[in-house]
């Protein structure tokens, strides 16, 4: 049986072990408030600006939505709860906050990312903080030669994106967070592909998490917001309130409450749009067409035993480079049906997209790529869209 085999019974059957079986539970009531006869069972949404205070003129416990709000402290408790941190902090999208990570560095300071890092966090350090005096540094996380190379001299900051975008290589989050702490680097984990149900970087080392909570968390493509949890209360951790309360990139009490309505069917969500992915992988694995898929499920990923260690199933990513180039592959795309042709991802419906068109000259991502957003559509239906697309192109 191949592991995406395996992966699609775990996705199945929560009594492998893999899948505690109080996730779902836990996710449910995330959010749960008032228990209270008459209370409502779908939380409130408070659109207020502004908290009345008590008489002696103190915040009880809000006082301006900027600085906190009941949509988004419940939002933010949450993702404490399910990422294990001790504090979060919600953006108004995911770039505000890789953009709130960054802001808590000094001139002088040295960060690595990876060599195929999320492109807009990588445009954050290359040209908004290009007179910042920050330095960073590309390289890729699996070569651990290199990275050791490269914290011979000081660093700051390591930032790690796993599986990555949209190549899907995996980074051992653990060993690069003991290598990265061993030189004094503070450590910090991109996990929107994976989501907390997947995979818990804090767990496995790191100092912060980053979500683009427009994906998989909010899960509908209609809500824009990002989100940053931390483990610890340290300075750091202080400035980077401040950065969210000062700054002021916060998301609205609406989008809060989207956002947490979507994350109660996360775990659900995941596990449909892991087994589809699971058999797509295999599909496409097996069509002469499809030169190389991408999918940290399937045996031949060389992070597959690392992803199978650190994430409790493979995701619902993956990447297929099809025979030829950039005229096949956007061919392809156009000719899928149950597929849009659209960036983004996380969404309940699957999303095709041509990455080389939409990423910088310098990404080198490969002109004959498609990355694949894996729904939850029937897969059945998912992988005869594509066996149909793939006879159109090559009839
Ligand atoms: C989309 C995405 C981001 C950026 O998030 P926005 O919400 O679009 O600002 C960052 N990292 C990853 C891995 C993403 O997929």
């Known amino acids: 049986m191949t592991v995406a085999n395996d992966a699609r019974n775990a996705a199945d059957d929560s009594s492998t072990g893999r899948q505690r079986p109080s996730v779902d539970t836990a996710y449910v009531h995330a ?31 809000h006082f301006y939505s ?24 919600a953006f108004a999208s995911g770039l505000a906050a890789s953009m709130a990570v960054f802001q808590t560095l000094r001139p002088g300071d040295h960060v690595v990312i990876p060599d195929d890092a999320y492109y807009g966090v990588r445009l954050q350090l290359q040209e908004l903080l290009r007179h910042s005096g ?17 914290l011979r001299e000081p660093v700051a900051l390591v930032w790690m994106e796993t599986p990555s975008n949209p190549l899907l290589k995996v980074t051992d989050i ?70 969210q309360t000062i700054g002021g990139a916060v998301p609205s009490p609406a989008t809060c409450w989207m956002a947490s309505r979507g994350m109660q069917t996360l775990p659900v969500r995941m596990r449909a749009a892991c087994a589809s992915a699971a058999r797509v992988a295999e599909f496409c694995a097996g069509d002469g067409r499809v030169v190389d898929v991408s999918y940290p499920g399937l045996p031949v990923h060389p992070g597959q035993v690392i992803a199978m260690d650190q994430m409790s199933l493979p995701g619902a990513m993956l990447s297929m480079r099809v025979r030829g180039g950039r005229a096949e592959a956007l061919a392809v795309a156009g000719a899928l049906k149950l597929f849009a042709h659209a960036t983004s991802l996380g969404g309940v419906e699957s999303l095709v997209e041509h990455r080389a068109t939409v990423e910088p000259s310098d990404s080198g991502t490969p002109e004959n790529l498609l990355r694949l957003s894996i729904g939850l559509e029937d897969g059945d239906e998912l992988v005869a869209d594509i066996d149909a697309a793939i006879r159109t192109v090559y009839p």
């Open 31 to 61: 959010h749960r408030g008032d228990t209270a006869p008459g209370a409502p069972v779908s939380p409130p949404l408070f659109m207020s600006t502004t908290f009345r205070r008590t008489a002696e003129g103190f915040p009880a416990p």
């Open 66 to 89: 900027r600085i906190s709000c009941p949509n988004r402290s419940a939002f933010e408790d949450a993702m404490v709860m399910l990422e294990h941190g001790s504090e979060a902090f």
């Open 134 to 150: 920050i330095r960073f540094t590309r390289t890729d996380m699996t070569d651990l030669s290199a990275l050791r190379a490269i």
């Open 174 to 243: 653990r060993v690069v967070a003991k290598l990265a702490h061993a030189c004094g680097a503070r450590v910090v984990c991109d996990n929107t592909w994976a989501t907390p149900v997947l995979q818990q970087p804090l767990l496995l080392g790191c100092d912060a998490v980053v979500h683009s909570v427009t994906k998989y968390i909010g899960g509908h493509s209609d809500v824009l917001m990002g989100c940053v949890v931390v483990r610890g209360h340290d300075e750091w951790c202080h400035e980077l309130r401040r950065i």
